[in-house]
T-cell receptor
Framework: SQQGEEDPQALSIQEGENATMNCSYKTSINNLQWYRQNSGRGLVHLILIRSNEREKHSGRLRVTLDTSKKSSSLLITASRAADTASYFCASLISSGSARQLTFGSGTQLTVLP | GEEVAQTPKHLVRGEGQKAKLYCAPIKGHSYVFWYQQVLKNEFKFLISFQNENVFDETGMPKERFSAKCLPNSPCSLEIQATKLEDSAVYFC??????????????FGDGTRLSIL
């Protein structure tokens, strides 16, 4: 079953603006990861945040994690047209030895030039 | 190689036929995962391997789906007696062996399976 929900489902912004996407999950996690998918391509890993971390930065990306609310957010600052893609959060559950990711439903981001 | 390579890119089969998909993980990676993406959003986990051993197959519809990762061969996902609902993009991913699973997964570009 789909663990994660993302909102918004779709987001359209102007180049230069910031984009924020949110993700919620249901069970305890080991880590949470964000991926980008361009049309017709596979997922590209963006950033991983562990369950004992609250915030992480990578270039124009900022990820936060709130384990008490079981939620995460991805902020892309100073967006560019090339950031247009679908963005997925994916969690690694902490029970047992599972290694597979459980994905959110994705946010389609469109950055207008 | 440095990328996960999936073949073919697109596979068309008539309902009831067999479909076989291939994945070459990144050299040196111990884990291989198969996911199914339907309608451009939800990713469903199917099966994972640790080297050539099945690690977790809780997502596999076992009646018609099977998968293998044999030494010195690409991994494969086979669907017998395909149904219309099997139409999806199937992604393979690999990751290094690591304690705790705190490593990203590297995805191939997927195989689009169309069942007519």
């Amino acid at each position: 079953s789909q663990q994660g929900e993302e909102d918004p489902q779709a987001l359209s912004i102007q180049e230069g603006e910031n984009a924020t996407m949110n993700c919620s999950y249901k069970t305890s996690i080991n880590n949470l990861q964000w991926y980008r998918q361009n049309s017709g391509r596979g997922l590209v890993h963006l950033i991983l945040i562990r369950s004992n971390e609250r915030e992480k930065h990578s270039g124009r990306l900022r990820v936060t994690l709130d384990t008490s609310k079981k939620s995460s957010s991805l902020l892309i600052t100073a967006s560019r047209a090339a950031d247009t893609a679908s963005y997925f959060c994916a969690s690694l559950i902490s029970s047992g030895s599972a290694r597979q990711l459980t994905f959110g439903s994705g946010t389609q981001l469109t950055v207008l030039p | 190689g440095e990328e996960v390579a999936q073949t073919p890119k697109h596979l068309v089969r008539g309902e009831g036929q067999k479909a076989k998909l291939y994945c070459a993980p990144i050299k040196g990676h111990s884990y291989v995962f198969w996911y199914q993406q339907v309608l451009k959003n939800e990713f469903k986990f199917l099966i994972s391997f640790q080297n050539e051993n099945v690690f977790d197959e809780t997502g596999m519809p076992k009646e018609r789906f099977s998968a293998k990762c044999l030494p010195n061969s690409p991994c494969s996902l086979e669907i017998q007696a395909t149904k219309l609902e099997d139409s999806a993009v199937y992604f393979c991913a690999s990751s290094p062996r690591t304690r705790g699973g705190n490593q990203p997964q590297h995805f191939g570009d997927g195989t689009r399976l169309s069942i007519l």
